[in-house]
T-cell receptor, first 114, second 112 residues
Framework: DTAVSQTPKYLVTQMGNDKSIKCEQN?????MYWYKQDSKKFLKIMFS???????INETVPNRFSPKSPDKAHLNLHINSLELGDSAVYFC?????????????FGSGTQLSVL | GENVEQHPSTLSVQEGDSAVIKCTYS??????FPWYKQELGKRPQLIID?????GEKKDQRIAVTLNKTAKHFSLHITETQPEDSAVYFC???????????FGTGTRLTIIP
């Protein structure tokens, strides 16, 4: 029973395409996140949702659009993919809303834009 | 906003020796300091955390120390084992703030 699951695990696509990554958590947590990890392993928060409400939106290009249909799901849609979007994208969840909550990460989606 | 610096970026130690990773933070209001471990190809996982009302916390072979005056905190791993090889991330946040700021990571390699 995976706590935070995201699909697909690998995504290889051409520049200019549109793609989505899905995330689901079965922990009953209220808050979900998307993090981007680049080739240097830097972990940067992109978005955070609490009970379907957007609470963090870092300076991410508007080609990235998160959607939270309910508090157990947070999907990430990316339009017009660029080479620089290649990275590992991690979904995460936490019980509460504050930044001093333990984060539970998904297994990551390796996105390669050719 | 908060800025977290982490050193060293890479660290190699002989199996059985100790490893120390250090982080400094910029905002004196920060009061929560977790450490995450990411094994190769795996997800980051919380291994230990400390809040600003304590100066040290231990969990078996790992410990974290906090110096609020100097605004730095460190991860100590004793009797290192091959399974300790991973990338370690420190982080800092302010209570009530939404955002956790991560350090740049330390790749720890344990040499058998």
């Amino acid at each position: 029973d995976t706590a935070v699951s995201q699909t697909p695990k690998y995504l290889v696509t051409q520049m200019g395409n549109d793609k989505s990554i899905k995330c689901e958590q079965n922990l009953g947590h209220d808050t979900m996140y998307w993090y981007k990890q680049d080739s240097k392993k830097f972990l940067k928060i992109m978005f955070s949702y609490n009970n379907k409400e957007l609470i963090i939106n870092e300076t991410v290009p508007n080609r990235f659009s998160p959607k939270s249909p309910d508090k157990a799901h947070l999907n990430l849609h990316i339009n017009s993919l660029e080479l620089g979007d290649s990275a590992v994208y991690f979904c995460a969840s936490s019980q509460g809303r504050g930044a001093n909550e333990k984060l539970f990460f998904g297994s990551g989606t390796q996105l390669s834009v050719l | 906003g908060e800025n977290v610096e982490q050193h060293p970026s890479t660290l190699s130690v002989q199996e059985g020796d100790s490893a120390v990773i250090k982080c400094t933070y910029s905002d004196s209001a920060s009061n929560y300091f977790p450490w995450y471990k990411q094994e190769l190809g795996k997800r980051p996982q919380l291994i230990i955390d400390i809040r600003s009302n304590v100066g040290e916390k231990k969990d078996q072979r790992i410990a974290v120390t906090l110096n609020k005056t100097a605004k730095h905190f460190s991860l100590h791993i004793t009797e290192t084992q091959p399974e300790d090889s991973a990338v370690y991330f420190c982080a800092a946040s302010i209570y009530g703030n939404e955002k956790l700021t991560f350090g740049t990571g330390t790749r720890l390699t344990i040499i058998p």
